[in-house]
Nanobody, 123 residues
């Protein structure tokens, strides 16, 4: 069982930066692929970024590539999403998710989810 708690979401102006954090419980954190997903009002949840268990592989949605960076610290059971050059279309609830012993960018593959943190980008 893994529990995930996101933090760091807030209101920010377009062009600004924000770092989201996700704290995970459990002793086998490095066996989980970690992902960030987001959902805007009236829209479906979408993949943002993923990182493999030991951090050797990452993947990004085309819409955030070059602006967002996912990282993890397995010693601290933490995963981060550094978001730069934020745009109003990045406004959404951001969710951290964990996928055990699997590599996927599909939300349906992830077994554990946090409660989400709201990011609002003003124009």
């Amino acid at each position: 069982q893994v529990q995930l708690v996101e933090s760091g979401g807030r209101l920010v102006q377009a062009g600004g930066s924000l770092r989201l954090s996700c704290a995970a419980s459990g002793r086998t954190f490095s066996t989980y692929t970690m992902g960030w997903f987001r959902q805007a009002p009236g829209k479906e949840r979408e993949f943002v970024a993923a990182i493999s268990g030991r951090g050797g592989s990452t993947a990004y949605a085309d819409s955030v590539k070059g602006r967002f960076t996912i990282s993890r610290d397995n010693a601290k059971n933490m995963v981060y999403l550094q978001m730069n050059v934020l745009k109003p279309e990045d406004t959404a609830a951001y969710y951290c998710a964990a996928d055990w012993l699997n590599w996927s960018t599909s939300g349906t593959e992830y077994e554990y989810w946090g409660q989400g943190t709201q990011v609002t980008v003003s124009s």
